[in-house]
T-cell receptor, first 115, second 110 residues
Framework: GAVVSQHPSWVICKSGTSVKIECRSL??????MFWYRQFPKQSLMLMAT?????????EQGVEKDKFLINHASLTLSTLTVTSAHPEDSSFYIC???????????FGPGTRLTVT | SQQGEEDPQALSIQEGENATMNCSYK?????LQWYRQNSGRGLVHLIL?????REKHSGRLRVTLDTSKKSSSLLITASRAADTASYFC??????????FGQGTRLTINP
């Protein structure tokens, strides 16, 4: 149980285009989903927290107009990287939790390369 | 930065030896968790220790927590080649948000 999937697992896009990453909780309803970014050989940095049906809360320094997050249902959250630039190339990981005291279950990550 | 520190940053040992990784954090916590990440993959949850616990075991894993020193350690006994991965500690203080340490890259040599 408690499986989280991400799609796509990797994507290459051209500079200036937008790319959407999906995060799904497969066997539970996720009240909250989190989006992280991880640069090579570095740790995970929280980008934003999203609750179903409400606006995402972004961490300091994360541009909300560039990283659009939608949490339309209890099993799906999407992250759209708009007008992507090479410096947005990174590993994006989502996690989902069932409740206030619940563990975070992590997806397998999406490798984004912007050329 | 809220991020904690882990040491060593990299550790290379022989198969069968024990591996110890340390994590220090900066604020009061509710829980501390350890995760494993294989190269290019997502995170695998290893163990959670609550702030009122001092030690926890899970198979070959032993975690200690010293809240007075704001530090934790992860011991992997009888290491195997499959234990080669990066290991991260993560803390939370009740707001659900996790703050990750910098990670330790562990290499087990056959």
């Amino acid at each position: 149980g408690a499986v989280v999937s991400q799609h796509p697992s990797w994507v290459i896009c051209k500079s200036g285009t937008s790319v959407k990453i999906e995060c799904r909780s497969l066997d539970f309803q996720a009240t909250t989903m989190f989006w992280y970014r991880q640069f090579p050989k570095q740790s995970l940095m929280l980008m934003a927290t999203s609750n179903e049906g409400s606006k995402a809360t972004y961490e300091q320094g994360v541009e909300k107009d560039k990283f659009l997050i939608n949490h339309a249902s209890l099993t799906l959250s999407t992250l759209t990287v708009t007008s992507a630039h090479p410096e947005d190339s990174s590993f994006y990981i989502c996690s989902a939790t069932q409740g206030l005291a619940g563990l975070q279950y992590f997806g397998p990550g999406t490798r984004l390369t912007v050329t | 930065s809220q991020q904690g520190e882990e040491d060593p940053q990299a550790l290379s040992i022989q198969e069968g030896e024990n591996a110890t990784m340390n994590c220090s954090y900066k604020t009061s916590i509710n829980n501390l968790q350890w995760y494993r990440q294989n190269s290019g993959r997502g995170l695998v949850h290893l163990i959670l220790i609550r702030s009122n616990e001092r030690e926890k075991h899970s198979g070959r894993l032993r975690v200690t927590l010293d809240t007075s020193k704001k530090s934790s350690s992860l011991l992997i006994t009888a290491s195997r080649a499959a234990d080669t991965a990066s290991y991260f500690c993560a803390t939370d203080w009740g707001a659900q948000k996790l703050v990750f340490g910098q990670g330790t890259r562990l290499t087990i040599n056959p």
